[in-house]
């Protein structure tokens, strides 16, 4: 059922997300890089906006993405309703259920795709971007050995002057960041930082190529 609610919104929602983000995508390298994705991986992104989730459904259509997604969303009924169709994965950031976990890591053993803001949440006004990553991201890939794939996007829907841009990037065998010496926790803050590092890259790549754009 949840491929099946994947499709239905993709569908019926193409339209209105032609209109509202006008997304294009750009290649940190089109030799290795694509929308289509193929066998498990995690999706690691900045997080500007609770769209995010939705401009990356059609980034890449012809998967489905299961998006870890934090509770606050699911306590709106009919919104909780739907994320729950459409395969979200229920992270409760006050509490101490690591179920979100065990659920990212049983989808990705059956070959799919899970998606993680690993900011946790929306930067305020004036707070350093990215935020710190917190190191579920980096735990997940290293135990289910799934690549992890880094994309940004500028966070510019509905705005019919300026459109979405994404910016996906080469695949990231997380092992390789690890360091043996390390103890867990540090290993792990370690992976994270330099996870957010690759992500801050990609910013920059992307407003440069925006900056082309304009020319």
Partial sequence: MVRFWNWFAKITGWPVQFICFRTRTYYENRKTCSRRIKGPA???????????????????FSRTLRFQMAEVLYRKKLLGWFLRRMGGIYVDRDGFDFGFVTK???????????????????????????????????????????????????????????????MIGEAINVRDLSDPDLGEKEDLKNVSAKLRERIIELEKKLYEEGEKGKG
Avoid at 157 to 166: D, E, S
């Fill in 42 to 60: 995690i999706i690691i992104s900045n997080h500007t906006s609770v769209f995010d989730y939705a401009v990356y459904l059609f980034v890449f």
């Fill in 104 to 166: 990212s890591e049983e989808i990705l053993a059956k070959g799919g795709v899970v998606g993680i803001f690993p900011e946790s949440r929306i930067p305020k006004p004036g707070e350093e971007k990215p935020l710190e990553f917190k190191t579920s991201a980096a735990y997940i890939a290293l135990r289910a050995d799934a690549p992890v794939i880094p994309v940004v996007t500028n966070g510019s829907y509905f705005n019919f002057k300026k459109r979405a841009r994404v």
